[in-house]
């Protein structure tokens, strides 16, 4: 039987306009569902924050159940949900079995963190008990991305539900399926008791109300920087916690003793995997001076080499960008950085939404490519001649997220990763990796700092209390 029925998959009816889900690759319907309005968003939270308290003093071993169950649901049901991600994304096959696997796994890390030691006993100068307890935060609202729609919901939706929160998602309408409706449609399935996971997919008029909704204490963010600054500071003005996981311009950097027969794939993968659609693409490739022509060259040729296509029907590489407004964007990029002077090695042209794979040569600060988020399949390759012109380059970026750097010396590779500010490094390694058990974020323009994973997703999804106890009153001078 199926997870996900297209008549049922939304039981409480929203308030908002109808929606179509459609497949990128196509442009065929696959659905229609309901946005959620303001007034929605308020509804939820309250119904939300009535289910919470019952949940919160739920037994740990209770709520890990239903995480453990979740986390057997994602595989269960694999091949229906890769067909969401691959129709509703784009993604290619391999990665819709990425995501869902990374989504079984967050929800088993997340059934481990119910058990977790909720605190410690602290010394006193009185007479008494003192300990500090990790509390539930409440009601949590999450707003997540198109790009990898289930890893990104998945990744606090999980956690703050074993920690005895509840949680108002609202997921990308692009991918509101792969993205929401699959995570109430699995948790369901799971036992988790009604009104604790409410998905209200919507525009930013619904996520502006979650943001200042007053029973909505911690927002968990991921999108780009616009966003993710206007969220941090409309967050500001209520008040309360915004863990923000923002955009990116990732570097990778080849030294010169590295092993071009190696990195090659690596350098595309960094690149080119999803399209480009990912908050880690290694947007910068820094090249040692005496391997740079031939880096350009045998990456050239690898992105000629690549499919194109529709995931769904074909064997292929990359698949569809996910709708006209981020294909004019890349394209808008590429076209501006060869009137800048850039080199297009590979490339530059597009069929509806299939945007090939693109190499930039002789970038610089004046490329816009090089210098902004394109988030698509573009690689611009910049050479340098020193260490320290490499360390320059790649800290020059107001991003900070992911950095890889390739060389046969990994000591050397860890002493250079110093020079550079980044929350994720990768030593002989692109820049696009991800797993449960690791934190991830970035800093400056790319985030507030590691939320995700482990003590980072219990300090996201909690509050610290103090609290004493004394067998008798305690007595005071008046």
Known sequence: M????????????LAGAGYTVTEPATGRQLGTLALATPEDIGAASGRAATAQGAWARTPHFARAAVLRKAGDLFTEHAAELREW????????????????????????????????????VLPSEAPRLSYTRRVPAGVVGVISPFNAPLILSIRSVAPALALGNAVLLKPDPRTAVCGGLSLAAVFAAAGLPEDLLHVLPGGADAGQAL???????????????????AVGEAAGRHLKRAHLELGGNSAMIVLEDADLDAVISTAAWGSFFHQGQICMTTGRH?????????YVE????????????????DQVHLGPIIDSAQLGKISGLVEASTAAGAKLAAGGTHDRLFYRPTVLAHVDDRTPAYTEEVFGPVAPVRPFT?????????????????????????????????????????????????????????VAASGTGARFGGEANLEAFTELRWTTVRGDVAPYPF
């Open 211 to 229: 943001v200042a909704d007053p029973r909505v204490p911690v927002i968990s963010f991921t999108g780009s920087t616009a966003a993710g600054r």
């Open 85 to 120: 991600l691959v129709r509703e994304s784009g993604s290619v096959p391999g990665k819709a079995d990425f995501e869902l696997h990374v989504a079984a796994q967050e929800c088993y890390e997340a059934a481990a963190l119910a058990s977790r030691p909720a605190g410690q």
């Open 286 to 294: 820094l090249v040692h001076a005496s391997l740079y022509e031939e």
């Open 298 to 313: 045998r990456l050239a040729a690898k992105a000629d080499s690549l499919a194109v296509g529709d995931p769904h029907l």
């Open 386 to 442: 020193t260490t320290d012109e490499a360390a320059a380059l790649a800290a020059q970026s107001p991003y900070g997220l992911s950095l890889g750097i390739v060389t046969r010396d990994p000591a050397r590779g860890l002493d250079l990763a110093e020079r550079i500010p980044t929350g994720i490094v990768h030593i002989n390694d692109q820049t696009v990796n991800d797993e449960a058990v690791a934190p991830f974020g970035g």
């Open 2 to 13: 199926p997870l996900l029925d297209t008549r049922t998959w939304q039981p409480r009816r």
